[in-house]
């Protein structure tokens, strides 16, 4: 009896030992299990030094890890020889980067902390992170905390997740849209570090949340002008303030959301809100909705794209009349022209105005606006619009094509009876077998006034003729070319290579107030800096500089490369200062054109024009003029002459302060030499100091820097821009410093 009582008693104990391990008063009496990583072991536990993917253990839990490396660097920061340091993007991304546990912590989850800084060489480029936790080994995740977004101070990541079960991870607030397979640079890195977790505290206030049923909204492909809306459902616990919510990002215009606020009269509870896109232009658009009270914060990013409803081209807005025109403000926009032109319609008594700079970057593919590609080259699909620059940039267009069947290349292919004004084309590039160009390839009757093709534009007709830096060729009927300029770099491999104009086969056609700065070559025959071949018809040019580089196998000149029989061409107040090559040993070329062109029945006429005479020592039909002596008002007056119409100037900053027929700019004129400026200035020791009572106002060199008024200059000329004593209007004055 006394050892059936023992066995009772043992066994009694026993299970009163397994009911109490069992209870939650009996967990709360355990150990504590909260969690820290310093990283100081971060080798040993083999985090490597390259961001890769890693699964492995830290301080006993298991986690994983992508774009995630171990410190090591001077632009690091570590408490200690070691931290995480965390990358935004990197080349050759195959996943979304991020740092997860994947299992839930022993003891749960009380409060998470870290320190973290921007990584020292990209803490210009950081992007915003969050912390989020999972109740349900990772199938759903609910942000604490508040994102952050590193910065050049060490900070502290503080927020209480207080679950009994759950595992946490570090993402991009945006892993929902960001598109990681895009990404093209190790960017936006950070460091981490000290990382603790503490336990589950069942004393702890419950943790407010804000749950949103989606971490992205996705609207799909929507017309543009047209609305699509879709509902959040929000569940939200243990708040005591209302929801408030607001639209963040760039893109934040074209959503709207049904209510500003979410009413809590209650600490747990439900609601739906509902998010609409409208866009107004082509294009993917991307925004945040932020839910937050008090303390507590949801993201839900939004993703829609606006595309074109088939046979409908809106553009981002206007009527296309003259008091209303279609505005173009979108790449977008531009690729729905070129669509319509190519497809539906001529807009013949249409116009257009551009809003903004555009970059094109992201558009491949797009045919001219106005082409004849895939036919014999006898149906024109033309451009017979109007379209207004509004003095905007064009940027990073690409057009490259092949065949015999993909020729006039330019961003207006064909022209007819049109006018394009007002534009500027920057960092593009225009290939082609052959007719290409930059602004516009074919004119028929159309006028291009005010384009410019800027820094870093390309033209290349690979195989056949023509190329122009502004256009390609004027066919039909006349058209005209006026304050235009090009600094693009021509090539082609066969004939008529033109600084402005390739070709011209028509009479009537007029080049005027236009400047090429552009180098032009062809492998052949002609070219020309402002025509490179006439073929019938008239053509004026007047008004006009070239300052590129001129190189062709047979004929070169500086404003024309060939004219034909039965041509006529007239050119007027010009005058050139770009070198003129052939380079055949039997060629010829002339720093205005050359004599060797002419045939019976070709008539050229040139009135008061002139070269750099250090640049040709031949004869020509020019005039020569010492470079020096070009940059001066006696010379700006000899090329405009008697005339009413005052078209030369000098600018202060503008082609070395030589004359330009075109552009805008502080005038120089009453430019005062060196020897009536010193009683007025002095020199020392590179300081140029005004006497008593003369201010200094502006220091420009011939270039344009300005530089402060009490700069030591180097040795060069300047223009310096004073107010005499007693004087009403300021004074420019010419000033030489010297080298020592």
Same mark, same amino acid.
């Given at each position: 009896?006394?050892?059936?009582?023992?066995?009772?008693?043992?066994?009694?104990?026993?299970?009163?030992?397994?009911?109490?391990?069992?209870?939650?008063?009996?967990?709360?009496?355990?150990?504590?299990?909260?969690?820290?990583?310093?990283?100081?072991?971060?080798?040993?536990?083999?985090?490597?030094?390259?961001?890769?993917?890693?699964?492995?253990?830290?301080?006993?839990?298991?986690?994983?890890?992508?774009?995630?490396?171990?410190?090591?660097?001077?632009?690091?920061?570590?408490?200690?020889?070691?931290?995480?340091?965390?990358?935004?993007?990197?080349?050759?991304?195959?996943?979304?980067?991020?740092?997860?546990?994947?299992?839930?912590?022993?003891?749960?989850?009380?409060?998470?902390?870290?320190?973290?800084?921007?990584?020292?060489?990209?803490?210009?480029?950081?992007?915003?992170?969050?912390?989020?936790?999972?109740?349900?080994?990772?199938?759903?995740?609910?942000?604490?905390?508040?994102?952050?977004?590193?910065?050049?101070?060490?900070?502290?990541?503080?927020?209480?997740?207080?679950?009994?079960?759950?595992?946490?991870?570090?993402?991009?607030?945006?892993?929902?849209?960001?598109?990681?397979?895009?990404?093209?640079?190790?960017?936006?890195?950070?460091?981490?570090?000290?990382?603790?977790?503490?336990?589950?505290?069942?004393?702890?206030?419950?943790?407010?949340?804000?749950?949103?049923?989606?971490?992205?909204?996705?609207?799909?492909?929507?017309?543009?002008?047209?609305?699509?809306?879709?509902?959040?459902?929000?569940?939200?616990?243990?708040?005591?303030?209302?929801?408030?919510?607001?639209?963040?990002?760039?893109?934040?215009?074209?959503?709207?959301?049904?209510?500003?606020?979410?009413?809590?009269?209650?600490?747990?509870?439900?609601?739906?809100?509902?998010?609409?896109?409208?866009?107004?232009?082509?294009?993917?658009?991307?925004?945040?909705?932020?839910?937050?009270?008090?303390?507590?914060?949801?993201?839900?990013?939004?993703?829609?794209?606006?595309?074109?409803?088939?046979?409908?081209?809106?553009?981002?807005?206007?009527?296309?009349?003259?008091?209303?025109?279609?505005?173009?403000?979108?790449?977008?926009?531009?690729?729905?022209?070129?669509?319509?032109?190519?497809?539906?319609?001529?807009?013949?008594?249409?116009?257009?105005?551009?809003?903004?700079?555009?970059?094109?970057?992201?558009?491949?593919?797009?045919?001219?606006?106005?082409?004849?590609?895939?036919?014999?080259?006898?149906?024109?699909?033309?451009?017979?619009?109007?379209?207004?620059?509004?003095?905007?940039?064009?940027?990073?267009?690409?057009?490259?094509?092949?065949?015999?069947?993909?020729?006039?290349?330019?961003?207006?292919?064909?022209?007819?009876?049109?006018?394009?004004?007002?534009?500027?084309?920057?960092?593009?590039?225009?290939?082609?077998?052959?007719?290409?160009?930059?602004?516009?390839?074919?004119?028929?009757?159309?006028?291009?006034?005010?384009?410019?093709?800027?820094?870093?534009?390309?033209?290349?007709?690979?195989?056949?003729?023509?190329?122009?830096?502004?256009?390609?060729?004027?066919?039909?009927?006349?058209?005209?070319?006026?304050?235009?300029?090009?600094?693009?770099?021509?090539?082609?491999?066969?004939?008529?290579? $033109? =600084? *402005?104009? %390739?070709?011209?086969?028509?009479?009537?056609?007029? /080049?005027?107030? +236009?400047? #090429?700065? @552009?180098? !032009?070559?062809?492998?052949?025959?002609?070219? $020309? =800096? *402002?025509? %490179?071949?006439?073929?019938?018809?008239?053509?004026? /040019?007047?008004? +006009?500089? #070239?300052? @590129?580089? !001129?190189?062709?196998?047979?004929?070169?000149? $500086?404003?024309?490369?060939?004219?034909?029989?039965?041509?006529?061409?007239? /050119?007027?107040?010009?005058? #050139?200062? @770009?070198?003129?090559?052939?380079?055949?040993?039997?060629?010829?070329?002339?720093?205005?054109?050359?004599?060797?062109?002419?045939?019976?029945?070709?008539?050229?006429?040139?009135?008061?024009?002139?070269?750099?005479?250090?640049?040709?020592?031949?004869?020509?039909?020019?005039?020569?003029?010492?470079?020096?002596?070009?940059?001066?008002?006696?010379?700006?007056?000899?090329?405009?002459?008697?005339?009413?119409?005052?078209?030369?100037?000098?600018?202060?900053?503008?082609?070395?302060?030589?004359?330009?027929?075109?552009?805008?700019?502080?005038?120089?004129?009453?430019?005062?030499?060196?020897?009536?400026?010193?009683?007025?200035?002095?020199?020392?020791?590179?300081?140029?100091?005004?006497?008593?009572?003369?201010?200094?106002?502006?220091?420009?060199?011939?270039?344009?820097?300005?530089?402060?008024?009490?700069?030591?200059?180097?040795?060069?000329?300047?223009?310096?821009?004073?107010?005499?004593?007693?004087?009403?209007?300021?004074?420019?004055?010419?000033?030489?410093?010297?080298?020592?």
């Amino acid at each position: 009896m006394k050892k059936k009582y023992i066995y009772l008693t043992m066994t009694f104990v026993f299970a009163c030992i397994l009911g109490l391990k069992a209870s939650p008063t009996y967990l709360r009496g355990q150990a504590k299990q909260a969690w820290n990583y310093d990283f100081e072991t971060a080798k040993a536990d083999n985090l490597g030094d390259r961001p890769n993917h890693y699964d492995l253990k830290l301080n006993g839990l298991a986690w994983s890890m992508y774009a995630v490396r171990r410190t090591g660097g001077a632009n690091d920061f570590a408490n200690g020889k070691y931290a995480a340091r965390i990358y935004g993007s990197k080349m050759s991304m195959k996943e979304m980067p991020y740092m997860a546990m994947t299992e839930d912590k022993v003891g749960g989850i009380g409060t998470v902390e870290f320190v973290y800084r921007a990584y020292g060489e990209h803490k210009a480029s950081q992007v915003a992170w969050c912390v989020q936790i999972s109740e349900d080994k990772g199938e759903h995740w609910e942000t604490i905390g508040q994102p952050f977004t590193p910065k050049e101070e060490v900070q502290t990541f503080h927020a209480k997740a207080n679950v009994e079960t759950g595992r946490i991870r570090i993402v991009r607030t945006d892993y929902a849209v960001f598109d990681y397979a895009a990404a093209g640079k190790f960017d936006a890195a950070f460091n981490l570090d000290d990382i603790s977790i503490t336990d589950y505290e069942a004393e702890a206030p419950n943790r407010p949340s804000i749950i949103a049923n989606n971490d992205l909204l996705s609207f799909g492909e929507v017309n543009k002008g047209e609305t699509k809306k879709l509902t959040l459902n929000i569940t939200y616990k243990n708040l005591n303030a209302d929801i408030a919510l607001s639209l963040m990002g760039e893109s934040a215009q074209v959503f709207s959301l049904s209510a500003d606020k979410i009413t809590v009269t209650e600490a747990n509870g439900t609601a739906n809100i509902d998010a609409t896109f409208a866009p107004q232009a082509l294009g993917t658009y991307q925004a945040v909705l932020k839910l937050q009270s008090g303390e507590t914060t949801t993201e839900v990013q939004l993703m829609g794209k606006a595309i074109r409803k088939a046979g409908e081209f809106t553009y981002s807005g206007g009527e296309g009349t003259k008091e209303s025109p279609y505005l173009i403000s979108t790449a977008g926009d531009i690729e729905d022209l070129s669509l319509a032109v190519d497809t539906e319609t001529d807009y013949a008594g249409r116009y257009f105005k551009l809003t903004k700079d555009i970059d094109m970057s992201g558009v491949s593919n797009m045919k001219p606006i106005g082409n004849n590609f895939g036919t014999s080259g006898t149906t024109l699909k033309a451009f017979s619009g109007t379209f207004d620059g509004d003095n905007h940039k064009i940027t990073h267009l690409t057009m490259t094509f092949k065949g015999k069947n993909n020729i006039g290349v330019a961003l207006f292919g064909i022209l007819k009876d049109a006018k394009v004004m007002n534009l500027t084309l920057a960092d593009c590039h225009f290939e082609a077998d052959a007719i290409v160009a930059s602004v516009a390839s074919v004119l028929v009757g159309s006028a291009l006034h005010n384009c410019h093709a800027g820094e870093n534009v390309t033209v290349k007709a690979r195989l056949k003729p023509y190329a122009g830096g502004i256009a390609t060729s004027a066919f039909l009927s006349p058209s005209s070319i006026t304050d235009c300029t090009s600094r693009v770099s021509v090539e082609a491999e066969d004939v008529a290579v $033109g =600084g *402005i104009l %390739g070709l011209n086969s028509v009479q009537g056609t007029s /080049i005027s107030r +236009c400047i #090429n700065y @552009g180098s !032009i070559h062809t492998n052949s025959n002609f070219a $020309g =800096g *402002i025509v %490179g071949y006439v073929e019938s018809g008239s053509l004026n /040019i007047d008004d +006009c500089l #070239n300052a @590129g580089d !001129i190189k062709a196998e047979s004929y070169a000149g $500086g404003f024309l490369g060939m004219g034909l029989q039965s041509s006529s061409i007239n /050119i007027r107040n010009s005058y #050139n200062i @770009g070198r003129v090559e052939a380079t055949d040993p039997n060629g010829a070329f002339d720093p205005i054109f050359s004599t060797a062109i002419k045939t019976e029945g070709l008539i050229i006429n040139t009135q008061n024009c002139y070269y750099d005479k250090a640049l040709y020592s031949g004869n020509s039909v020019g005039t020569p003029y010492a470079r020096a002596e070009m940059r001066s008002q006696e010379f700006t007056e000899k090329l405009n002459g008697d005339r009413a119409e005052y078209v030369w100037r000098r600018l202060v900053g503008v082609n070395d302060e030589l004359p330009v027929p075109c552009g805008e700019g502080e005038v120089i004129t009453h430019i005062v030499q060196t020897a009536m400026a010193m009683p007025t200035l002095n020199i020392v020791d590179g300081h140029i100091a005004a006497s008593d009572g003369v201010r200094i106002l502006s220091i420009h060199n011939v270039t344009g820097r300005r530089y402060a008024t009490s700069s030591k200059l180097p040795a060069g000329i300047y223009i310096v821009a004073l107010m005499p004593a007693k004087a009403e209007t300021p004074l420019k004055v010419k000033v030489i410093i010297e080298a020592n």
